[in-house]
Structures are given as structure tokens and as C-alpha cells.
């Protein structure tokens, strides 16, 4: 079952924007891409290369409780984080962020979406209670490239906010990919998700 990566999707941490040129990422989930080039990208192991990352500008520039939180669980290795450097927030002032977490084995055979989103949703509304704003609002198997997705897309506690996972298989586990977004940004923030997938290298 997936995991509800919720407390970076409750805050404000990247801004995406154009940019032709990439660079390329390597994570420590098991896989490599590209991203763009004035991504600002932290995790486990960019912090082994340097260990003073933290204090980078664009770090400090993140909400305390958020900036705290992501200095326990990064180095633990259970989540990664995509900044980019503008400004931009979106209509409802939201600015978008991506982050990378691991989880548990897809089963990708036909029929077994159903399953899976039955599940899923029954998460939702044990985590968030039924009258939360959180509502689910796509729940699919979709080949992105070469990668078989499953996809999860719903709205956030944030009028006018919503989540987007695209989650796969690499080595004995997976991987979801989950962008979070003002949703007058989200078509370009989705493009940019879908691309990193296309570009994906699986680590043997």
C-alpha cells in the first residue's frame, strides 16, 4: 500500500519552472534520471556529498516545523526533496513540491488496479476521515516510457491544492514519485514528473 507522504504536501517547498537543460539524478531508492538543471536536490545522498547542504539558502527559505522534519527523515533515508530556486507559487499561493519515497512491491497483473485503489481509498478515509477535504480523484495503471505507473491523484487539505503519485517497481520494492501543486501549475509540474519517468534507469 502506498505510503501518505502528507507533511510535505501540507506546506509550501518547490517552484517549478521553465527550463531547458537537465542534470542528471541518481536515488538512493534504486534508480537514476534527469531532472532539471536548477533543481535543488536533497537527499541521503547529496548530504554524504555535502554535509553542509542544509545550510544552503534555498534550504533556509522552507517553514521551521517543515525544515526540522526533513533533517530527520532525509538522512534516515526515507524521503528525498526536489526545490527549484523561483519564486513562482500558483493562484492559491501554494508553491509545488516533488518528493521521492520508498515503499512496497506493485502488483502490476491485470485486473489488480481494483484491488489496489479499493485499498487505497479505504486509507484516505481511515487517515483523513470522512469529511475531510481530501477526496481521491484518479486511481489508475498507466505505461509512462518504458515504466509501468500506478497513479494516484487527489485533492489536498488546501482549497485548490491537489497530490499526484506515480509510484514503480525497482528492485525487491518501489518507488512514488508524488508532486503536490497549485492546481493552475499542475499540468506543467505533472509534464515534468512524467519526463523524469521516461528518463528512468533502473539500478541492476
Known amino acids: 500500500m502506498k505510503k501518505f507522504i502528507h507533511i510535505l504536501a501540507l506546506t509550501s517547498l518547490l517552484v517549478l519552472t521553465g527550463c531547458s537543460s537537465t542534470k542528471s539524478y541518481k536515488s538512493t531508492f534504486g534508480f537514476s534520471t534527469e531532472v532539471k538543471d536548477d533543481w535543488f536536490v536533497v537527499s541521503k545522498q547529496t548530504l554524504k556529498e555535502d554535509p553542509d547542504l542544509f545550510q544552503d539558502k534555498r534550504f533556509k527559505r522552507l517553514r521551521d516545523e517543515v525544515a526540522q522534519t526533513l533533517k530527520v527523515i532525509v538522512p534516515e533515508g526515507e524521503v528525498e526533496v526536489i526545490f527549484d530556486v523561483s519564486p ?16 512496497e512491491h506493485i502488483d502490476f497483473s491485470k485486473g489488480s488496479d481494483k484491488a489496489l485503489c479499493k485499498g487505497f481509498k479505504m486509507g484516505m478515509s481511515d487517515r483523513y476521515g470522512k469529511d475531510s477535504p481530501v477526496r481521491l480523484r484518479q486511481c489508475k495503471f498507466k505505461k509512462v516510457g518504458k515504466t509501468m505507473t500506478w497513479i494516484t491523484q487527489m485533492d ?49
Request: glycine share 16%; with cysteine; hydrophobic share 35%.
Open 88 to 103: 513562482y507559487t500558483g493562484e492559491s499561493g501554494f508553491s509545488a513540491n516533488i518528493n521521492i519515497a520508498p515503499d
Open 156 to 204: 489536498g487539505f488546501i482549497e485548490g491544492v491537489m497530490s499526484t503519485g506515480y509510484a514503480f517497481n525497482v528492485g525487491g520494492g518501489s518507488a512514488q514519485i508524488t508532486g503536490t501543486c497549485d492546481k493552475s501549475v499542475c499540468p506543467s509540474l505533472i509534464g515534468d514528473i512524467e519526463t523524469m519517468i521516461e528518463e528512468i534507469e533502473l539500478e541492476d
